[in-house]
């Protein structure tokens, strides 16, 4: 009988009244709790992908590599007006830097000198390339999926739309003399609610290596693209599937919400107030550019036109 409490208590098995095995898991969950269905995250994914192709369309590197000097030859040509810029101009098989500022992209001059500060929103729906595409979605979906069966569409949306609009806000601070666009600071905020998680209901996870690996893996990924040309993460628990997990929250946890959410209200007002006063964050902290992009001899972080 001790043995079957252990068990429970580990979410291996549960039995009921009779000892008969009803259900298994390598997670705690509560049976009572209903999970949300998840269609927002698959909304944001499929508004993502057809931005991405909408800018490919415009984009047409055959077309304008005639019109303007181009380095190199356009990748994937028998793509028609779908295909790439070439690689040393963006090494992620994307569009050009001079397509994605007129669409939209993070640029500190743009949003500070003529007033656009729609591009604090606007970047984090556009992307340098392929594979920066396919590393931010393959994340949103892993983790927002999720996040949105276990709090639902409202809290995630909330937290998605905020953490990649406060990502931008301090690409702005940071980056000045190139582009940035990309839901990396988005996906960060969800990282984070999916850490805080993992923390909080620490005691209820039986499988905690495999939690923290998927976070550090995942936090990785966007970090190795995060510093490639024009992708900014700046902008930037492990959740198991099935039911709701019921969280343990104390006194002392409230308190540190409230704290928490007093901290972000005031950074944020303050690092849009320095933004828009036209400080330069890099003379605060002179590396914080590197963290946004490394320049290498394949590739230059200064913006191309």
Known sequence: MGGDDVENREGRAKRNSNGVNIASSTYMMEDRESKWTSWLVPMFVVANVAVFIIVM????CPKNSRTRPVVGRCVARFLGRFSFQPLRENPLFGPSSSTLQKLGALEWSKVVVNHQGWRLITCIWLHAGVIHLLENMLSL???GIRLEQQFGFARIGILYLLSGF?????SSLFIR???SVGASGALFGLLGAMLSELITNWTIYTNKASALLTLLVIIVINLAVGILPHVGWFESRNVPL???LKSKY???QYVLWVASMVLLLAGLGVALTVLFRGEDGNEHCSWCHYVSCVPTSRWECEQNN
């Open 242 to 244: 099935g039911s709701r």
């Open 141 to 143: 979906v892993f983790i």
């Open 177 to 179: 003399n190139s582009i």
């Open 57 to 60: 369309h415009l984009n047409d």
């Open 166 to 170: 406060g990502g931008s806000v301090l």
């Open 250 to 252: 104390k006194p002392y």
